[in-house]
Antibody
Framework: QVQLQESGPGLVKPSETLSLTCTVS?????????WGWIRQPPGKGLEWIGG???????YYNPSLKSRVSISVDTAKNQFSLKLSSVTAADTAVYYC??????????WGQGTLVTVSS | EIVLTQSPATLSLSPGERATLSCRAS??????LAWYQQKPGQAPRLVIY???NRATGIPARFSGSGSGTDFTLTISSLEPEDFAVYYC????????FGGGTKVEIK
């Protein structure tokens, strides 16, 4: 059974870089699939951020591309998100998920990141 | 960017009733549409993919239909655990989500 767990700081200052890690268990990232990040501002809808293949191939939401970087560490079975120059608009619950044909299944439980000084 | 518009925003129904949720795309997405269920405080869960295929473990009361720009998620007889927010998502051109439909208890 594949499980994903997000981790990282819950509070980030404006203009700084948000960094999160997703640890995968029950499945080896090296075996395939894309692995993605999605966010959800409090009380709002979902926004896809980007995804990465085990080889390191990435693709990003064009609206966030200039600020996003996703990387993978197959040895640790983890993939990570960096979002630079954050503002209050980046406050959200951040989810990681496996992308199966670009559908997200399963998802991690999510982690709330608040951008505030 | 393909915009997905979901309607209605809120659907008030009683257990046992039929729920019909709509998702309309700003341009054709072929059959590349999925539906997710999200309960308060939980991550979304995949319900339907490729327009009409039920995800693993999803009961048969959930069905999806449509292609092109108009899609429907139907819950044939609402169970108490089905009251939640439902989102559609397309993968035809990048990945975008609809704004959601809340199915609440009447």
């Amino acid at each position: 059974q594949v499980q994903l767990q997000e981790s990282g700081p819950g509070l980030v200052k404006p203009s700084e870089t948000l960094s999160l890690t997703c640890t995968v268990s029950g499945y080896s990232i090296s075996s395939g699939y894309y692995w993605g990040w999605i966010r959800q501002p409090p009380g709002k809808g979902l926004e896809w951020i980007g995804g990465i293949y085990h080889s390191g191939t990435t693709y990003y939401n064009p609206s966030l591309k200039s600020r996003v970087s996703i990387s993978v560490d197959t040895a640790k079975n983890q993939f990570s998100l960096k979002l630079s120059s954050v503002t209050a608009a980046d406050t959200a619950v951040y989810y990681c998920a496996r992308q199966d044909g670009d559908w997200f299944d399963p998802w991690g439980q999510g982690t709330l990141v608040t951008v505030s000084s | 960017e393909i915009v997905l518009t979901q309607s209605p925003a809120t659907l008030s129904l009683s257990p046992g009733e039929r729920a019909t949720l709509s998702c309309r795309a700003s341009q054709s997405v072929s059959r590349y549409l999925a539906w997710y269920q999200q309960k308060p405080g939980q991550a979304p869960r995949l319900v339907i993919y490729d327009g009409s295929n039920r995800a693993t473990g999803i009961p048969a009361r959930f069905s999806g239909s449509g292609s092109g720009t108009d899609f429907t998620l139907t819950i044939s007889s609402l169970e108490p655990e089905d009251f939640a927010v439902y989102y559609c998502q397309q993968r035809s051109n990048w990945l975008t989500f609809g704004g959601g439909t809340k199915v609440e208890i009447k």
